[in-house]
């Protein structure tokens, strides 16, 4: 851990770092895996689901630079290269060969789904830690992946 006179245990910092690693390296994760989806979908929606994949990848923008500049803060490393995103993420695989626009939803709605559960998990994990701007952090990427989610299942339920 670096230097920093934040007022906060070294050890706290060092699990907090890490929790914020993990979910960093799921976040990068996912927003390749939607990139992939918005490269290789076909089919019949192919222009609105080539684009509404984009916007999944593109809405993670932002909250990627958010944890990783959270990380440095707090005196972490954030894990940005490859090799470290595919040791450190705790999401299952994207399936590479998929292609129609039912399959991608579907794959996608999986990972945001497990995702959202791991960043919600975050949110009580960096309070006990005692960072509650962490927690605040991963509260509003948590509503950030539940609609994300949303938009996904959208396409899936019918009326009822
Ligand atoms: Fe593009």
Known sequence: MHKTRIDLPEDSR???A???NGRLADAI???LAAKHAHWNVKGPHFMSLHEFFDRLAAALDAPIDEIAERIT???GTAGGTAATVARRTSLEPYPADIVSGTDHVEAL???VAAFG??????IGQSGQLGDEGTADLFTGLSQEVDK???????HQQAAN
């Not at 994300?148 to 959208?154: G, K, N, P, V």
């Open 18 to 20: 890490e929790l914020l």
């Open 29 to 31: 994760d996912l927003r």
């Open 73 to 75: 803060a707090i005196g």
């Open 148 to 154: 994300q989610l949303w938009l996904l299942e959208a």
């Open 117 to 122: 559960r791991d960043v919600r998990q975050a």
């Open 14 to 16: 060092r699990q907090l």
């Open 109 to 111: 709605a999986r990972t």
